[in-house]
């Protein structure tokens, strides 16, 4: 949503987002409800440099620079964020208590390292690097779709009630996303959702609605397509390959027309025929996984990067691709070979 379209003033929006939550938290269903200036995998992002109480001040070329985002109370138990130590926004968190944050697990390795964050402090302004009271460290979690191969950014997040009214950070006062959990079992229709908006003000403008899967898969879209292509270019590959292998086989077969005369002439059947057209075949193909295998193994070091969340040697799908080889070369092996095998003793002496 976006209710600075709507005309709101910083000075309405701890009551519309009020009124908000309970609108759709009201709703037949709905588990819990939490605002937030953006939330994981919607891709925006707000950043400010860090200063850390007590630790000496960065220099020019140091990295002291976090991401940062506005929630409402509960925000981390409707997202699903666990929270490792201390604790989350609450509703205690007010205008007037103390300004407190909750950092998450990169923050903590890059400013406080091996110590203890839970009541240290820190600012976003040189000198007033006691702004912010940590009080909580969650889990991890990934709100940027970028570098999706690269560890998420350092972040920490500050309660909506305790924004602060300054024109530089006006813009991230109005908070855009509204996060929707619904009980197991229940169905939650996008009309729903519109409506208990309009109860809220019709005039507020309502961007987009979009389920967690449907924005996951937004992020992999590129990922997606890589995939795509390249199992377009293996099955080529495959079918190129078994048409090489089964023009190699056709050619060795023939070249031993008169070896398997003699062998059929001496009391040799068509099985053992095709065994030993496609024992030749297979012969190849061993020769060529021995060659194949640690050349894929080596190509995985430089590949994964490409694959998120995915083990490039994965010995399941490398036991799948050599199954996958294997039957084609089956396939393509035994063509010829059952060809030789109808091949009259006759025949085959006269052809030499």
Known sequence: ??????????????????????????????????????????????GAAVWVDGHPAPGPRDDNFASWNRVTA?????????????????????????????????FARKFFRNDDPIGKHFGREPGASRQF????????????????????????????????????????????????????????????????MASVDPGLPIISIRTLQEQVANQFNQQRLIARLTSLFGVLSLVLASIGLYGVTAYHAGRRINEIGVRMALGANRGHVVRLV??????????????GLPLTFAAGRFLGHQLYGMNPYNPVVTLAAVLALGLSALVASLVPAFRASLMSPLDALRTE
């Open 1 to 46: 949503m976006n209710p600075k379209l709507a005309g709101y003033r910083p000075g309405q929006l701890s009551q519309l987002y009020r009124r908000i939550h309970d609108s759709i938290a009201s709703i037949p269903g709905v588990s819990s409800v939490a605002l937030c200036l953006y939330s994981p995998h919607s891709g925006g992002g707000w």
């Open 74 to 106: 509960e925000y981390f138990d409707v997202i699903g964020t666990p929270i490792i130590k201390g604790r989350g926004i609450s509703e205690q968190d007010t205008a007037i208590s103390r300004h407190v944050t909750v950092i998450d697990e990169a």
């Open 278 to 291: 496609v024992r030749g075949a297979f012969g190849l193909i061993l020769f060529g996984l021995c060659i």
């Open 133 to 196: 009271e940590v009080v909580g460290v969650a889990r991890d979690a990934r709100y940027r779709a970028s570098n999706l191969n690269q560890p998420g950014a350092p972040f920490f997040f500050l309660p909506e009630a305790q924004a602060e009214y300054t024109q530089s950070n006006l813009g991230s006062l109005f908070l855009h996303d509204i996060v929707i959990v619904i009980r197991p079992g229940a169905t939650l229709s996008v009309a729903e959702v519109r409506q208990a």
